[in-house]
């Protein structure tokens, strides 16, 4: 539970003069909000790196479930509701029930979603690891059945309340927010706005390439942060970006870069087709999504920038250099997207 949040779905953003989403989260609420669930703090409160939530580890007097410390999520106001965070957890909860290593909330007090103080929280076991060796063939596969093995309980039945990630809500609506509220220096707006609509056009051929594919549940974030790796293998965290897309959303961002990318892919999928077949129709999508993530991304840091964490994380972000890099990054992947796709 120790590794960063990422990009999000496309949310409102707070006026900028609004109260910072955190300010009255401070240690002893976040203690507090432990023993209203029936816990008991040491009072040991260590912030891990999160930016989209907050998280602490947070020790315990009395051990719970064996367990000296838990990991407490306070998640970012306005962000999901109730109904989406619930359906988040109902979803690992059921991937735990399979015997896939995933990392549901505890239920405490007869539920997994609590509110304290304003907040909402949830409540976590303590899981460490490492990151994965992905130069290893051996991870890789062992990544690629897990995967599948996902995959295969998030085809059972669909989201109701979470969205799907598309061009739509990861592309168009983050694009059209960052030109309406002036996110660009005026002297490179029209040439963000130029090239950003021209990959967006490239996205959609992509997904005409693709043809009908199907959508399932994923986790919708797998990076190496997110997955912990230990002698008994991988588990996964962080689910909090979870939403109905592609399953080749899962698979990509582990794929590195493209002199390494073919290699990975093959070795994931060795895996994961052990468990459940990969449609190849999908590899037209991993460039457009890369695509749709470099855009989201901007939106993503600009809606938190009242959030002192996101300034202090980001100190280029409202710099040209910034956003010059994103046009060449955005022209390198109309480039890519032009290519034939990965071979398997």
């Not at 409160?45 to 939530?53: I, K």
Request: aromatic share 10%; glycine share 8%; net charge negative.
């Amino acid at each position: 539970m120790s590794a960063p949040d990422t990009p999000g779905p496309s949310d409102p953003a707070a006026p900028s003069d609004a109260a910072p989403p955190y300010a009255g989260l401070t240690p002893e609420v976040a203690l507090a909000a432990l023993e209203s669930v029936g816990l008991w703090p040491s009072g040991q409160v260590l912030a891990l790196n999160s930016y989209e939530n907050r998280v602490f580890l947070i020790g315990l007097d009395e051990p719970h479930g064996g367990q000296a410390s838990v990991v407490a999520k306070f998640y970012r106001p306005g962000r999901w509701s109730d109904g989406q965070i619930l359906e988040e957890h109902g979803f690992v909860a059921e991937l735990a029930a399979a015997e896939i290593p995933a990392v549901p909330p505890l239920e405490l007090a007869g539920a997994t979603l609590h509110h304290a103080a304003g907040f909402r929280f949830a409540v976590f076991p303590r899981r460490g690891g490492r990151a994965p060796n992905l130069d290893d063939r051996d991870t890789l596969r062992w990544l690629g059945r897990f995967l599948a093995r996902i995959h295969a309980v998030g085809a059972r039945e669909p989201f109701r309340e979470r969205p799907a990630l598309d061009a739509q809500t990861f592309g168009e609506e983050p694009l059209a927010w960052l030109l309406e509220h002036g996110w660009l220096p005026p002297d490179l707006a029209e040439v963000y706005r130029g090239v950003a609509r021209q990959a967006l056009d490239e996205v959609s051929a992509c997904y005409a390439r693709a043809g009908r594919v199907a959508s399932l549940r994923l986790h919708g974030d797998v990076h190496e942060g997110n997955v912990l790796w230990t002698e008994a293998g991988p588990h996964f965290v962080d689910f909090d970006d979870s939403r109905s897309g592609p399953a080749v959303q899962d698979l990509w961002m582990l794929l590195g870069g493209r002199e390494e990318a073919p290699q990975r892919l093959n070795r994931l999928l060795e895996g994961y087709e052990q468990f459940r077949p990969f449609d190849r129709r999908e590899l037209h999508l991993i460039e457009a999504l890369r695509t749709l993530r470099l855009i989201q991304h901007s939106a993503w840091i600009a809606r938190r920038w009242n959030d002192p964490a996101f300034p202090a994380a980001f100190p280029w972000f409202d710099s040209p250099r910034y956003w010059e890099a994103r046009v060449l990054e955005l022209r390198e992947q109309i480039a890519a997207m032009a290519e034939p796709p990965l071979a398997v």
